[in-house]
């Protein structure tokens, strides 16, 4: 390989390993999501700290201590500075002391459980907002979002109002995958018999990518939905084509729509038997006794 065709290998590479970053993680639209990005940020400066003089100082050494260069000083018989030895334990330590601190309180502040019981951009003292509750069921491969209190379900798009919390519940049909809007919030697995949840808000207007993010079979790549973000009035809207445009999703219909289908179109069901995710959950849709 010649001069010119490594450079263009060195060029080109970066290009090809970032082409499929999506550096909306960094920039996201919800406030769970945006607290983070922020903790990302923050803990990999934080460990820059460290590791940019490291590597600068293992360059700078290499070059003054060079065979070739006279004027180093050569002294073969050191081995201890006392100084020196506190310089380099004492920084890792108080990094590894602060991103523990950091850790901590921010393993409990987004703690995904943990309700939301105002609107995050809200003002300081806001009245509670009640949570919009959201059953999520992912099958194989496609999506179902059930909306108890409105009695509506959607398979493959979810809305939801800006500033309004929203909470999750989790769960799988048949095997473990990953709920993850990367505009809200990070990943929750969904598993089956088990429920997970997620607390998180939306705090802007938009269209947004949801997808699986832990493979689970043929399908896996095509388990895409969209996550809509609208205004209280738009998401009335959006509530009342749904059950102006749906059918009826019963205990029978999902059975149907639990066989494993791939990249399946966006469907609206206008009503959802009471009790249909409190089954799913249980393993029991077959036998509604349970």
């Known amino acids: ?10 060029v080109i590479l970066p290009s090809l390993l970032l082409s499929g970053c999506d550096l909306l993680v960094l920039h996201p639209f919800g406030a769970i999501a945006q607290h983070q990005s922020h903790l990302i940020v923050v803990s990999t400066v934080l460990m820059l700290l460290i590791v940019v003089p490291v590597l600068t ?8 201590y060079r ?4 004027n180093a000083t050569y002294q073969p018989d050191w081995d201890h500075s006392t100084a020196l030895e506190l310089l380099i334990w004492s920084a890792p330590l108080l990094i590894v ?6 850790t901590w309180i921010n393993t409990h502040t987004l703690d995904p459980y943990r309700p939301l019981t105002t609107a995050t951009s809200g003002p300081p003292g806001s009245s509670p907002v009640e949570p919009l509750v959201v059953e ?8 179902l979002f059930i909306y108890p209190d409105q009695g509506i379900a959607t398979v493959n798009e979810i809305a939801a109002p800006v500033d309004r919390p929203i909470h999750f519940k989790i769960t799988s049909s048949s095997v473990m995958n ?8 990070g990943q929750i697995y969904a598993m089956p018999g088990m429920q997970t949840e997620l607390n998180a808000v939306i705090n802007r207007v938009g269209t947004y990518e ?15 939905f969209k996550f809509l973000g609208l205004t209280p009035d738009e998401f009335k809207q959006w509530v009342s084509r749904t059950r102006d445009s749906g059918t009826a999703l019963h205990g029978a219909g999902y059975l149907e729509l639990a066989r494993p289908s791939e990249r399946d179109p966006v469907r609206r069901f206008s009503s959802v038997d009471d009790g249909l995710y409190h089954a799913i959950l249980h393993q029991c849709v077959a036998a509604p006794s349970c």
């Open 1 to 10: 390989m010649n001069f010119r065709n490594l450079v263009r290998a060195f």
């Open 178 to 185: 990953s709920f993850f809007i990367p505009a809200l919030a």
């Open 97 to 102: 002391i602060a991103l523990g601190a950091i």
């Open 136 to 143: 999520v069921v992912a099958l194989d491969w496609k999506w």
């Open 67 to 70: 065979a070739t260069n006279a």
């Open 210 to 224: 949801g997808f699986s993010a832990n493979y689970s079979g043929a399908g896996f790549s095509g388990m895409h």
């Open 57 to 64: 100082l293992t360059l700078l050494f290499a070059w003054r």
